[in-house]
Structures are given as C-alpha cells and as structure tokens.
C-alpha cells in the first residue's frame, strides 16, 4: 500500500484543489495514467499516476483542499485491501493541510462535524461520478463545479462529444435566473467570518470569493512591494521605423503575423544579452547573473495575472518569439500552462497598450531584477532640431528596477539601449 500525496506543481504553490477523480475505489491504475486533475495557484492540471496499483481509498473528496504533502488517496497492489478508513493517512492530510478532510473525529464538537462528513461520502461520491460523467475537458469541469452544474446534463461539442468550456459558458446563459440565488444563498448565511458578516448586512454589497490565482497574484505583488525597493525610469520611444519594420515583416511573413509586442520582447532579450546589468537576481550576499535570457510575457486572466516564460528569447527570431506568445497566452487563458513554462524568468515585459493605457507602472516579479511596463503607441506632435512641427508615432516605456540589483544610472543606460534597439530596428534582428 502507498499513500498518493498532493503534489508540488508550481513553484508557488502551497495547496491544491481536487477538481475531478479520472479514477474510483476498485479501479486499476496504470503508471503515466492521468489519475485527478488539480487546481493549482496558477492552472489546472492533470496529475498521472507514477506507479501501477489498484486505487483503494479517495481521501480528499471532488472541491476539497489539501495543502502539499498532505495523501489524497491510497493506491493498493492488485488483491490487496485498503484499511478500512485509512486512519493514519488522513491524520496525515488534517496535519499538512488546513483545509483537507479528516476521517478522525476530533474533540471539538465543531471540527468532528465537519470532518467526518467527507470521510464518510467520498468513496461514494467518486463512485457515483466517475463512470457517469461525460469526457470533459479540465476546464470545463472546473467551471462546472463552480457553477454547480450538472455536466451529465450536457452535450459536449468537442472531439468525440467532450464537453468545452464553450458548452459550460452557453448553460450559463440558457439557465434560468433561479440557479444565481442558489448559488449565493450561503455567502449572506450567518457565519464566523466578520467580512461576510458585514456582507450579510449590506443587501448592496455581492461576497465574490477570491480565485486561488487571484490569491497568489496578491500575495506575491505584495510581498513584491514590501521587500523589493522599487525605483521606476520612463522613457518615450519614436517608433515609427518599427512599425514600417513590423509593416514589412507581416508582408514577407504572411499568413504568419508579429506583434509590435513581439518586437519589443526580442528588443528587451538582444538588450540583456548584450549588456546583462538586468538580468539578474538579488540573494543577501551576492547577484545572480543569469547566463540565459528568459524573457516573462504578462498575460491577463478574468481572474488573475500569470506570466509564461519566453525561453532563450534573444536567440530566437521575431516570428518564434511570436508563435510562441500566442501559443502560451491562449493555454494560459485555458488554464493549460504547466508549472515549466510559468518558471525561470529573468525579465518581464508588461504590455497595456492595446487597451489604451498611455504609461504606467509594474511591479516587479521576485526574484527578477527589472520588469518593462509598455504603453499604446499614440501621434505625438514632435518639434524637430530644425524648429519644424511634425507627427510621430511614439510610445512610453517605464522600467521597474530592483534598487538592491542595480542602480539608477545603470537602468537608465539599459533603457537607453533598449529605446535605441527599437527606434533602429534593423539591430533588433542583427
């Protein structure tokens, strides 16, 4: 018998949720078989199996929490019987993990309520969702069990009848008005928490709970701010030779298209591989100066922030560079990015300029030294050296700087060269 512990899937991660068993008590599990799916801080994912076995006992039920470390199941070998309740495991899971379920009955009358109801239903439960549920993706399910909707009620329009996010998002829009008061019936219910008690009182005020991404998008920006000495340097950049640049790139590329983005990003990586004063990161007693550029791309989700990492972008051209930001973008907004693809950053680039923003300011992402805040590209009207009025097209920079890193002479020599690289941009590709 082997206990199956939650799992480290993000280097930020401190617990996962359960969001759906692929297995139930009984069932034969087969090493490199996908056997739950995790929600983590950052995605959801599909976590397989390492080993062969029979799955003998759930312990952490469907939308239940566990911290890492803590056993969400027990794998047994082929004719071999989990104990009966798994009591040691499950002191295990109360003892790791804040939020996940206990069998044990404890002393106060509060806790042994509560923790003997998942220890009681969840063979049940897996069993009796396991074999029925639909194919669904990840996605899907989650939304679902968020929505409390009933996926056997549906009909998937993905390969092979696999239910879509589309398909939760159309019940969503099909299902009577008489679902939403249901489903915010419990968070005006008296309860311990003030927050909500204060909410309870309010009949104006709607209790949204914080997603687990928008949680550590909060705690991460804060820890940001109060241990990393920000200091912040703007520049305005004339670009409109990269913009006939990118003009001319999308016509030799097409169907194929780079962004002005995608530009900058390779600008920013051609910059720190030739003057590597940024990419670095701050210990107590000494830099560490990254020998690869992985250029971060800040994606924005309805319910957070995430960065995917651009590996090695200074050797990479403006089109893989491209290629593989909408590529990254579009599994992040699906919650598909895996835990590697979030991870080893050395520098972002923040971009608002495609909703208008004209400058702002980002905050850094530990343990990376500078972030690039990018704002829309406007008509300036720009007085020449020779006294003439003209219009260029022209957009802000701002670059966040880790002061214990560098100094602010040293960020503006780099922000130099990176306006330098953009406004001849020949070089960038050079």
Known sequence: MSEILMPRLSDTMEEGVISAWHKKPGDKVTAGEALVDIETDKALMEYEAYEDGVLGEILVAEGQTASIGAPIAVLVAEGESAPAKAPAAAETAAANGQAAPSPQTADAPAPAATATVPAQSVPADASNGARSRPPSSPLARRL?????IDLTTLTGSGPGGRIVRADIEAALKNA???PVPAAQAPSPAPTAAPAAAVA???PDVERVPLSRIRKVTARRLTESMQSTPHFYLTRVVDVGALLAFRKTLNESLAPAKVS???????????????????NV???????LVHKRVNVGVAVALEDGLVVPVIRDADRKTVSQIGAETRELAGRAREQRLTPQEMSGGTFTVSNLGMFGVDSFTAVINPPEAGILAVGATRKDVVVGDDGEFTVRDRLTLTLSVDHRACDGATGAKFLGELAELLENPLRIIA
């Open 200 to 202: 309870a009182e309010d």
């Open 144 to 148: 679902a069990r968020e929505n409390d």
């Open 176 to 178: 009577p008005a008489a």
């Open 260 to 278: 002005v983005n995608d530009l900058i990003v390779k600008a920013c990586a051609t910059a720190l591989r030739a003057n590597p004063v940024l």
């Open 281 to 287: 990161s701050f210990t107590e007693d000494s830099l």
